[in-house]
């Protein structure tokens, strides 16, 4: 988990993608290359349309415009692929790794369902909404907000960390959730001093 901006340089392959355990500004992605990764298919003009679509919809919706929580379930579980977005410096500041759902019946990591009792993860934009203490600890409610997670609440999928997920990427994919982001216990108290601080409710957008 990278929990300060600018920690690790950017890396640029000559397919034009970025190697991301942790992903550059647009200036850094300018800037060249320093340390090298494997790099994994992940487009950075992708992943800045991206965060330039989430721009629009917080700012129409009335959510916090400072920063974001993007999740890009194209990348594999073993990556850092829950991204705190800075909208005002176009840059990212934390990235982390996040589990997805065991999906009954399906692909985990592959397919997603909005269906009651399914397991599976679901895409698309959410509100993050009251905090409560449940089954997994310190935990925050997920309202859906389009067609492909309306159920999320009556699914019980919410924000929480679990003991499993470690802090920083070791190779292996990570344990699977019920259709819950799931995130390591040092990153959740990240998130939660940005989620409890915000005048404005924080957006989370799982996309693929």
């Not at 950075?44 to 629009?56: L, N």
């Not at 997603?112 to 089954?135: A, E, P």
Request: aromatic share 12%.
């Amino acid at each position: 988990m990278q929990l300060l901006r600018n920690v690790i340089p950017s890396v640029i392959t000559a397919a034009g993608l970025i190697a991301v355990s942790f992903v550059p500004s647009k200036k850094e992605l300018v800037s060249g290359a320093s340390r090298v990764e494997t790099p994994i298919p992940i487009s950075r003009d992708y992943f800045f349309a991206k965060a330039g679509e989430a721009r629009k919809y917080v700012a129409q919706k009335g959510f916090n415009q400072e920063l974001v929580f993007l999740v890009d379930m194209s990348i594999p579980s073993e990556k850092n692929r829950f991204f705190i977005y800075d909208l005002k410096n176009d840059e990212v500041q934390a990235s982390a790794l996040v589990s997805h759902g065991m999906c009954y019946g399906g692909e985990p990591g592959s397919d997603f369902s909005n269906k009651v009792g399914s397991g599976c993860s679901s895409l698309g934009k959410y509100k993050i909404g009251n905090s409560y203490y449940g089954q997994w600890g310190y935990s925050y409610k997920l309202h859906g907000l389009e067609s492909t997670n309306s159920n999320a609440y009556e699914r019980t999928v919410v924000l929480h960390a679990h003991n499993s997920i470690p802090d920083f990427e070791n190779g292996r994919e990570l344990v699977e959730s019920l259709g819950c982001p799931m995130v390591s216990p040092t990153f959740l108290k990240e998130l939660k001093k940005i989620i409890n601080n915000s005048g404005k409710p924080v957006m989370l957008w799982i996309y693929r």
